[in-house]
């Protein structure tokens, strides 16, 4: 194959010749998908979210979002629900994830839509009754120090208060120098910074024993399950099973090496092309009736048969009679020939039977046949070629010596054989002192009917050794 093989016509020919397979493969491909989401589809999916009040911090919102999925408040959900199901299975059913600014989105997954909601709710109430439970009791000896040195701190800023307000009033009296207005200016100053400063003491003090977390926005009941659903990869799987077949059939075309061009093959065996003709492609599901499982699958799906088989008509007679006229000698000799087909090539050997049959009947007819009817003059019976048949295996080929003839054609089917497998065939030949008259390219076709002038299997009840 060719750079062809890339376009949309190409994809188009695989798909149309091969669309049963396709259609096996995006089967096969959906039901991978739909046994992949009974492990990794989440089910139904609920989302309560939490708002954390005040100021915080990056690292302090990741702790929240983790002690909301703690041990500690999943146990607690479990029993507020009356759940007997553990911990770790719970764990695997909830997640929390900080989402914008100082929200934190607690979701649940479940078979069932209304225990993903009930378990999404319930977990987001544990995690604000725990958060506030952490916040309003000193977790240990260093918070409690923390908070006696706030409340000594707070008690020597009102002493110091009290004192400036005294010093405040002592500068009260109308005979001021300037010093004297100056320290008053700075007193009031500072009993200002002093008053700010126990306004703010007394709010963290709030705000350390208030609740600092509160749902904005309970869970609902989802109406459909989350993604990836179970017909989201059910469908997925199909489309990649329907894509890895076209790409499988594009790639095998690329890589396959067998040689198609009537030209290339003549040039690899070593000889000059004597003519091209169709064939059905069809006649090897004839001839070969075995009924085994195998082909059976192989004739349902459709690949008994090349995808790239190109549409077109039968090769009729005068194909043939034209070849024969190619093959015929100039001094009057008879041309012997040995026909050399592989045994694995049944288009071969169907073209080889046909060549055979003609130059039969034109032997014994003679020159009866009318040159209006064929188009052809033909030469004299002498110097008609006689021609012998002889199948050799495609892996070892091994021509038969045979002193009789005076060359072999090879016939052989277009892309079927590499140009190594045709110059093992050449060289079988040259081995046994047969001079290479030609080749013979049968290119299979899909025709809608039977060829015209179509010899059935009695044609090769002939001597296929020859015509004498």
């Known amino acids: 194959?060719?750079?062809?093989?890339?376009?949309?016509?190409?994809?188009?020919?695989?798909?149309?010749?091969?669309?049963?397979?396709?259609?096996?493969?995006?089967?096969?491909?959906?039901?991978?998908?739909?046994?992949?989401?009974?492990?990794?589809?989440?089910?139904?999916?609920?989302?309560?979210?939490?708002?954390?009040?005040?100021?915080?911090e990056a690292d302090e919102m990741l702790t929240e979002s983790q002690i909301a999925v703690s041990s500690t408040v999943l146990e607690r959900a479990a029993a507020a629900l009356r759940w007997d199901d553990p911990v770790r299975e719970?764990?695997?059913?909830v997640t929390a994830e900080v989402v914008e600014g100082n929200v934190i989105e607690i979701r649940a997954t479940d078979d069932d839509p209304r225990r993903a909601q009930a378990l999404a709710d319930q977990v987001a109430k544990e995690f604000v009754s725990y958060s506030s439970q952490l916040a309003s009791s000193p977790a240990n000896a260093s918070a409690q120090v923390i908070a006696e040195q706030r409340n000594a701190l707070q008690v020597e800023v009102r002493d110091s208060l009290r004192k400036l307000t005294a010093l405040h009033r002592e500068l009260t009296s109308n005979q001021l120098t300037s010093e004297e207005v100056d320290v008053r200016t700075e007193l009031e100053q500072v009993r200002n910074a002093l008053t700010g400063a126990v306004e703010e003491l007394e709010e963290a003090k709030a705000a350390g024993t208030a609740t600092n977390a509160v749902i904005v926005e309970p869970a609902e009941v989802p109406s459909s399950p989350a993604p990836p659903s179970a017909w989201?990869?059910?469908?997925?799987?199909?489309?990649?099973?329907?894509?890895?077949?076209?790409?499988?059939?594009?790639?095998?075309?690329?890589?396959?090496?067998?040689?198609?061009?009537?030209?290339?093959i003549a040039s690899a065996f070593g000889a000059r092309p004597v003519g091209e003709v169709t064939v059905d492609e069809h006649h090897e599901h004839r001839a070969n009736g075995s009924s085994s499982l195998r082909r059976r699958l192989a004739r349902l799906l459709g690949t008994d048969r090349p995808w790239q088989t190109p549409d077109g008509e039968v090769t009729g007679p005068g194909r043939y009679q034209r070849i024969l006229a190619k093959l015929r000698t100039g001094q009057g000799v008879p041309l012997r020939l040995l026909v050399v087909i592989a045994d694995d090539d049944p288009d071969a050997r169907a073209v080889a039977q046909r060549l055979i049959a003609e130059a039969h009947d034109a032997v014994v007819a003679g020159n009866g046949h009318s040159t209006e009817a064929i188009g052809l003059s033909h030469p004299p019976v002498a110097q008609r070629p006689t021609l012998r048949l002889a199948e050799v295996s495609a892996r070892q080929p091994d021509v038969p010596e045979d002193h009789s003839v005076s060359g072999a054609l090879l016939i052989t089917s277009?892309?079927?054989?590499?140009?190594?497998?045709?110059?093992?065939?050449?060289?079988?030949?040259?081995d046994t002192g047969h001079r290479l008259a030609g080749v013979v390219v049968a290119r299979p076709v899909r025709a809608a009917g039977r060829p015209p002038d179509d010899r059935t299997d009695a044609a090769a009840g002939h001597e296929l050794v020859g015509a004498s």
């Open 90 to 93: 719970l764990r695997d059913d």
């Open 414 to 430: 277009a892309g079927r054989r590499t140009d190594w497998e045709l110059v093992a065939l050449a060289e079988a030949c040259r």
């Open 1 to 56: 194959m060719n750079d062809d093989v890339v376009r949309l016509s190409v994809v188009g020919q695989v798909i149309r010749r091969r669309w049963r397979v396709l259609v096996a493969a995006a089967v096969l491909g959906a039901l991978l998908g739909y046994l992949v989401s009974l492990v990794i589809s989440p089910g139904y999916q609920a989302s309560s979210q939490v708002l954390m009040q005040g100021s915080r």
């Open 232 to 264: 989201q990869l059910t469908a997925a799987g199909a489309l990649a099973g329907f894509l890895i077949g076209v790409a499988a059939h594009l790639i095998a075309a690329r890589a396959d090496r067998r040689v198609r061009d009537a030209t290339t």
